[in-house]
């Protein structure tokens, strides 16, 4: 007799595993892709891929992209913290009063923020810093309207926001109230409560959430085309001047006829995975889960 | 001179008159036991004594409530509640902290320890008196997740005694762990007696018989007998009171 319960378990554990294959293919095929093409690049350059400049087009040896690197690292220094401040405190200011109306608006702009066309935040940007230009005499020293790392964290900032408050305001809101109703009893403060405990009890998911909001910075593209400046042919110095990125770089060099740069695309590409993979490797082996009783 | 004393209290919540002209008076060094069915407003009264009232959206207060000498509805809530140690119906010890720096971090907020050996007579007076030292001493380091039911709630009442609280509300502290936590907890409840002043809200009239010296019944909202506990208990005047200590209600 043929047990009906056992061959449909069987029949939906073999569902679900071929969904779950089918969802993570496209992302193994990518990671295996990238480090088939990005390690010979980054094996034949050696260390001089990460302190030498882009090679020419027609160049025989790769080159480096220590602009870029460069560059993304001053465009995160820059619009991380203030990303990160904003939205956190915005989050926090959402979860502690939710009924009240400026919550309600502060809310429903985030919200409304992460549905913009990355290019359209780019390009409002750009238009507001010639605007400013044109009409402040002597201000083209600090706001130069072909880019700088300024202008670009500025877009980032726009873009990155909506995410990051969304994943903080999440978080805070999965902390149950019985903690925080503790917490009040003993008379700690409304700071003290948010500061010692309700961020506290989430603080793996918090540190995720700066970590998906540096992720989404570094891998911006959009979002620096009319504001970031691409510059190549040094290595920046100031957030004041134009600057390059990886995720720039990427998009133009994988665009061109040349194969050098699409090479040097591939290496580039394989350095951002990796340095994806070990922050997530660190947050996983590194931070403890808080276990709720 | 009492250490709770409500007179003519009136609660609200979003319109809904959920405490209706409630007075009591908690006398020092007591204890003092709040029966009644679910909704009858107790957990309600307690949270109007320690302002935690404050936090439910909605929520309208009115009349007087004094609390260990302070005008409790005009107080700050914070200092307030300093001087007030709570224990609520599940058990809820902070899941981020060890067994020691969940006790420990209700001294350090009301200043009761300056130094490290300080905060540790305190911590290991508290679990003494929750009686669960002997069950944890070594074992500080570990989180509750570790502990049983009964012993995060005698943690959680170690916390709220680590204050030096002179009040202390206890929110239906035995509904959630088994008998015999329950039994250890009563015991620790009536042993603190003398150093605190005990309001206790219960569903069990077996357990307020154990450990109450005064009694409040409170139904819909009001409170419908109040006494010392052997005249409630022996010569109770209200049908609602009989129909509870029944269990029919």
Known sequence: MYNWRRIRDNLFKIIVLSLAVLALTPLFHLIVVVFINGLSTLLEAGWNFFVDLPPTPLSQRLGGVAPSLVGTFLLTLTSLPVTIALSLFTAILVTEFPKSRVSLVVDTIAKSLASVPTIAVSMVVFSLAITIVNSVPGIRVYLSPAGSALLGSFALIIVALPFSYTYFSTFLRSVPFTYKEAAYSLGMSRWAVIMRVVIQVVKKSMLVAVLMTMARIMGETAALLFTAGRYRS???????????????????????????????????????????????????????????? | MYAVEVNNVNVYIEGHHILKDVSLKVPYNTVFVIMGPSGSGKTTLLRVINRLIDLVDGARVEGEVKVLGYNALRADPYELRRNIGMVFQVPNPFPHLTVYENVAIAARIN???????????????????????????????????????????????????????????????????????????????????????????????????????????????????????????????????????????
Request: proline content about 5%; aromatic content about 8%; some cysteine.
């Open chain 2, 111 to 249: 200043g009761a320890a300056k130094t490290k050996s300080e905060l540790y007579s305190i911590v290991k007076w508290a679990l003494e008196k929750a009686m669960l030292w002997d069950e944890v001493k070594s074992r500080l380091n570990d989180y509750p997740h570790k502990l049983s039911g009964g012993q995060r709630q005698r943690l959680c009442l170690a916390r709220a005694l680590a204050m030096k609280p002179k009040l202390l509300l206890l929110d239906e502290p035995t509904a959630n762990i088994d008998p015999i936590n329950a039994r250890k907890l009563e015991e620790a409840i009536v042993s603190l007696k003398d150093e605190v002043t005990i309001l206790m809200v219960t569903h069990n009239p077996h357990q307020a018989a154990r450990v109450a010296d005064y009694v409040a019944v409170m139904y819909d909202g009001r409170i419908v007998e109040l006494g010392p506990a052997n005249h409630v208990f022996l010569r109770s005047s209200t049908e609602i009171t009989q129909k509870l200590l029944r269990g029919e209600l």
């Open chain 1, 234 to 293: 040094g290595v920046p110095t100031s957030i004041l001047g134009p600057v390059d990125a990886i995720p720039l770089l990427i998009f133009d060099y994988i665009l061109s006829p040349f194969e050098v740069w699409h090479r040097v695309a591939w290496g580039v590409t394989l350095i951002l995975l990796l340095f994806y993979m070990l922050i997530f490797f660190i947050v996983k082996i590194g931070v403890k889960e808080v276990k709720l009783t």
